[in-house]
């Protein structure tokens, strides 16, 4: 099971950070992909880190988040910086064992999300 927090009420420009835990199993040679959902809009792919650290970014996020991941405390996190109000969304982690890519099919575990709001 993966559950994802930290989300909030933050001021455009300010920062976040997002925390995916997973129970039950252990991520270390998990995938970890985040998508995030904004009202009126599909799911979209924000970032993934590879189960030994490797990273790719949405275009619309690089520069500013930043993918990582604590295999010890089977634990990964989304560090959100310059948050900008078209950033507002409920973010969703997910992980597979097989699949490391930008592709939501492409993820079995999915945690319930955690709401975003940048005010502007």
């Known amino acids: 099971q993966l559950q994802a927090s930290g989300g909030g009420l933050v001021q455009a420009g300010g920062s976040l950070r997002l925390a995916c835990a997973a129970s039950g199993f252990s991520l270390d040679y998990y995938a970890i992909g985040w998508f995030r959902r904004s009202p009126g809009k599909e799911r979209e792919f924000v970032a993934h880190?590879?189960?030994?650290?490797?990273?790719i970014y949405a275009d619309s996020v690089r520069g500013r988040f930043t993918a990582s991941r604590n295999n010890a405390g089977n634990t990964a996190y989304l560090q959100m910086d310059s948050l900008k109000p078209e950033d507002t969304a409920v973010y969703y982690c997910?992980?597979?064992?097989?699949?490391?890519?930008?592709?939501?099919?492409?993820?079995?575990?999915w945690g319930r999300g955690t709401l975003v709001t940048v005010s502007s």
């Open positions: 880190v590879a189960w030994g650290g490797q990273t």
């Open positions: 997910a992980a597979s064992d097989y699949y490391s890519g930008t592709s939501a099919a492409g993820y079995d575990y």
